[in-house]
């Protein structure tokens, strides 16, 4: 729904979740969508970042929040912790509160800590399911259960995965449920006449990459570079348009040819 569909309407609302740091894909996609016409909300969980190696960035929410006020849009920062089933209905409730109900729906949240087969401890894996895999299912049951009927055909749903496993099972394994998640709500959800879709964006670094690793990535894509949060913004910024409404129950590379 980029300005096409919303041209004279008022403007549609786009719930991103896991928009917690600027540097992130989260909050590109985000300022990408405002840009398109859509008022953004968000969600994040300030506390995940503490477990990160890049630590707390505590004002980010806020200056994400200001960039999409820049680019035109209404919009909310709602802090949420996904390991609570309850959280993704308190989700939807601040959202509709403040902005209206939700038309869009793209999740980048993720827990991500790396492990293998041997090292993973149970509540690591549980936590990756609770997050990626239960928190998502819960999110697209609430989005789908409040779709307001008078924008049937227009709804929208992207999911970004990952392809990632060896050494880092908990996250690659609970992203492969994710995508089954998202691709079965092309079908099931095919009532409300909306397009599921899921993107793997590849390798792209927002604070994670050693040195060692980004030459390897930029060695072995084919265009010579790594990622951006703006490459991925630009897909997900086409699924969600009019001109993107034939693509649907897909899973999308976004990465420069590095799979191929």
């Avoid at 894996?125 to 609770?130: L, N, T």
């Avoid at 779709?147 to 050494?167: I, K």
């Avoid at 089954?180 to 793997?200: C, I, P, S």
């Amino acid at each position: 729904m980029s300005a096409d569909l919303t041209d004279h309407q008022p403007r549609p609302v786009v719930l991103v979740t896991g928009v917690g740091r600027t540097v992130g894909i989260g909050a590109g996609i985000a300022w990408r969508l405002a840009e398109d016409g859509w008022d953004v909300a968000t969600t994040h969980w300030t506390a995940y970042d503490d477990r990160m190696p890049w630590g707390r960035h505590a004002d980010d929410p806020a200056t994400v929040a200001a960039g999409l006020a820049e680019r035109g849009a209404r919009t909310v920062a709602v802090e949420a912790d996904l390991t609570d089933v309850r959280s993704p209905g308190q989700v939807f409730d601040a959202v509709a509160a403040e902005l209206g109900p939700v038309t869009a729906l793209v999740m980048c949240h993720a827990e991500s800590v790396d492990s293998g087969l041997l090292d993973t401890t149970v509540e690591s894996f549980d936590r990756h399911y609770a997050v990626n895999v239960r928190a998502s299912w819960l999110l697209l049951k609430e989005y789908a259960e409040r779709f307001p009927a008078e924008r049937t055909g227009q709804g929208r749903v992207v999911a970004l995965t990952s392809d990632h496993v060896v050494h880092n099972l908990p996250y690659g394994a609970t992203k492969g449920a994710l995508d089954r998640l998202v691709l079965a709500a092309a079908r099931e959800l095919q009532d409300l006449r909306l397009t599921a879709n899921v993107v793997n964006p590849g390798p792209v670094d927002t604070g994670w990459m050693g040195d060692d690793l980004r030459a390897r990535i930029l060695d072995e894509t084919p265009l010579g570079r790594g990622g951006t949060p703006r490459d991925t913004a630009a897909l997900v910024s086409f699924l969600l348009s009019a001109d993107g409404g034939w693509v649907n129950g897909q899973l999308l590379h976004s990465d420069g040819g590095l799979h191929a």
